[in-house]
């Protein structure tokens, strides 16, 4: 159980487009929903946090026009990268807590922009 | 602030001999503590958690981790290593709350398991 998937899994896109990542759980309602961003050999950073039928919280830092966040259903976030430049390109992972006090995790989506 | 350290960036251990992967952690009041392991372009897989009970707690794989209030430690083990262990491990604490929480991750631990 608790399953956390993303897609897409890899996405190479060219400058200045926009690309959405959706990450859903599987097997069970997440009220809220995590975004992070992990650089190479580094950590996780908290982008966001989204809770279903509200606005996302966003972390300091961190661009709200630029990383649209929506958390439209229980099991359903989506991140969207708008414009985005090379230096954009990174490794964005999901999470959702299932009401137990544990994050499981999406796969990971790797985005390289050109 | 809670704030996770994880002093190695990397352990080093022979296949067969046991493993240990440290983390200690500045939190208020008590933490929740939780490993997880994440292996090459993949996200993070849960491992196991201390929440209350029982200092010694045992997750997946055969891992385990005991949780030392005096030492602020919640160091990762396991009694032998595999080759596939071989990953990046973080470590996380987050304070007690009732609703939802915000965890702070260690910057990882590379662990190589060698043949």
């Known amino acids: 159980g608790a399953v956390v998937s993303q897609h897409p899994s890899r996405v190479i896109c060219k400058s200045g487009t926009s690309v959405k990542i959706e990450c859903r759980s599987l097997?069970?309602?997440?009220?809220?929903m995590f975004w992070y961003r992990q650089f190479p050999k580094q950590s996780l950073m908290l982008m966001a946090t989204s809770n279903e039928g509200s606005k996302a919280t966003y972390e300091q830092g961190v661009e709200k026009d630029k990383f649209l966040i929506n958390h439209a259903s229980l099991t359903l976030s989506t991140l969207t990268v708008t414009s985005a430049h090379p230096e954009d390109s990174s490794f964005y992972i999901c999470?959702?807590?299932?009401?137990?006090?544990?994050?499981?995790f999406g796969p990971g989506t790797r985005l390289t922009v050109l | 602030a809670q704030s996770v350290a994880q002093p190695e960036d990397q352990v080093n251990v022979a296949e067969g001999n046991p493993l240990t992967v440290k983390c200690t952690y500045s939190v208020s009041g008590n933490p929740y503590l939780f490993w997880y392991v994440q292996y090459p372009n993949r996200g993070l897989q849960f491992l196991l958690k201390y929440i209350t009970g029982d200092n010694l707690v045992k997750g997946s794989y055969g891992f385990e981790a005991e949780f030392n209030k005096s030492q602020t430690s919640f160091h990762l083990k396991k009694p032998s290593a595999l080759v596939s262990d071989s990953a990046l491990y973080f470590c996380?604490?987050?304070?007690?709350?009732?609703?939802?929480?915000?965890?702070?991750f260690g910057r990882g631990t590379s662990l190589i398991v060698h043949p």
């Open positions: 999470s959702a807590e299932s009401g137990t006090d544990t994050q499981y």
């Open positions: 996380a604490v987050s304070p007690p709350s009732g609703g939802s929480y915000i965890p702070t």
């Open positions: 097997d069970f309602q997440a009220t809220t």
